[in-house]
């Protein structure tokens, strides 16, 4: 099944990915990429990235290896999360923010508040609370947005 690309529609990948899109006789070409690097998120437009699909299997297969294990971290982050309480959860979160995006303990928190209890399932206020909990168990530090895992 095809599905067509929208004019002005992106696709969100990371950022290592990126020299693997164009084929060489495409390296040339004047491409615009929007590098996030915090999060080592790179847009690219959603053309490019099904014209290098369609014409490379390989980095066809390769996209499909990131998504397949992507959605296995998806589904073990979403059982998580049906079967422990907001501070384990947002544990979880901050965890997974400081290992896979941030590479390091310490990192000022990249949503506002309402986001990451969304995030977590849960109300603004109970993310209050849970970072509360965190501090106080001394699993966390928190001062001014920057949280540290301890």
Known sequence: MEYPALPGEWVYLNRHLVPSLLRPQEANQRVTLTVHQAAEIVEIPSALLLNAAQSNPEFAMRIAQICAKQSERQLEMLSYFLHNPVP????????????????????????????????????????????????????ISIQKRVITLL
């Open 88 to 139: 384990q959860r947002l544990l979880y979160l901050l965890r997974f923010l400081a290992l896979h995006i941030y590479h390091e303990p310490s990192f000022r928190l990249p949503y506002p508040q309402p986001l990451m209890a969304q995030m977590v399932g849960c109300s603004r206020e109970a993310l209050s609370r849970a970072l509360g909990t965190l501090a106080k168990e001394g699993a």
